[in-house]
């Protein structure tokens, strides 16, 4: 499962890469997010063809379901996604975004990208030719059960980019180390978490 894992950092870094972020819109980030999903499950067999003809098809809502992000503010999803002129998109994926806003200084969101294997979500792809043609089953079906990964961080936009507010492992090797560090003293990791040894 390492393999997915750097999938999901190569999709994480990709879309929080601390480049310019003001002026950016939200729902290309998480377009950027499908078709880097798309890149990385086709690198490790679970898709085959055409990354286009996969876009077409909304594939990359079968294994993100969810949006990118969130705002976060005075409740964890905050408020200010859809205020008046900024449309819904009603597509796969899209429709799930709690914002269609281009992104400017000073606002404070999360980005969440993931690869999920939901049972029944994949089911329904697999039923359905526009998108089981680019399925390989066999690879895939050793990922079934699995749940999938997520990476989340919190992030403020800046006029230069953006300040990363989280501070957590990252690599498979920090990890590791991490989770070594946890099992030597005896403690699990949320009690290391929670008492900020991180």
Same mark, same amino acid.
């Given at each position: 499962?390492?393999?997915?894992?750097?999938?999901?950092?190569? #999709?994480?870094?990709?879309?929080?890469?601390? &480049?310019?972020?003001?002026?950016?819109?939200?729902?290309?980030?998480?377009?950027?997010?499908? &078709?880097?999903?798309?890149?990385?499950?086709?690198?490790?067999?679970?898709?085959?063809?055409?990354?286009?003809?996969?876009?077409?098809?909304?594939?990359?809502?079968?294994?993100?379901?969810?949006?990118?992000?969130?705002?976060?503010?005075?409740?964890?999803?905050?408020?200010?996604?859809?205020?008046?002129?900024?449309? &819904?998109?009603?597509?796969?994926? #899209?429709?799930?975004?709690?914002?269609?806003?281009?992104?400017?200084?000073?606002?404070?969101?999360?980005?969440?990208?993931?690869?999920?294997?939901?049972?029944?979500?994949?089911?329904?792809?697999?039923?359905?030719?526009?998108?089981?043609?680019?399925?390989?089953?066999?690879?895939?079906?050793?990922?079934?059960?699995?749940?999938?990964? &997520?990476?989340?961080?919190?992030?403020?936009?800046?006029?230069?980019?953006?300040?990363?507010?989280?501070?957590?492992?990252?690599?498979?090797?920090?990890?590791?180390?991490?989770?070594?560090?946890?099992?030597?003293?005896?403690?699990?990791?949320?009690?290391?978490?929670?008492?900020?040894?991180?």
């Amino acid at each position: 499962m390492a393999a997915l894992y750097r999938c999901v950092r190569s #999709l994480y870094g990709k879309t929080s890469s601390p &480049r310019r972020m003001t002026d950016v819109s939200w729902p290309d980030m998480h377009r950027l997010s499908n &078709r880097v999903i798309l890149e990385e499950l086709e690198k490790i067999g679970i898709l085959k063809g055409d990354v286009e003809d996969m876009i077409k098809a909304h594939l990359g809502a079968v294994f993100m379901p969810h949006g990118l992000g969130h705002f976060l503010g005075i409740d964890v999803h905050d408020v200010g996604g859809y205020p008046e002129g900024v449309d &819904r998109i009603d597509l796969p994926g #899209l429709k799930s975004l709690r914002t269609a806003r281009t992104l400017q200084e000073r606002m404070v969101l999360t980005i969440e990208p993931g690869i999920y294997f939901i049972d029944h979500v994949l089911d329904e792809a697999l039923a359905n030719p526009a998108q089981s043609c680019f399925i390989n089953n066999q690879v895939l079906q050793r990922f079934r059960g699995f749940g999938g990964v &997520r990476i989340e961080d919190d992030i403020a936009v800046t006029a230069n980019g953006m300040e990363l507010l989280t501070c957590v492992p990252r690599t498979v090797e920090e990890i590791e180390a991490f989770m070594a560090d946890a099992k030597e003293k005896g403690k699990t990791v949320s009690s290391l978490v929670r008492s900020q040894q991180l």
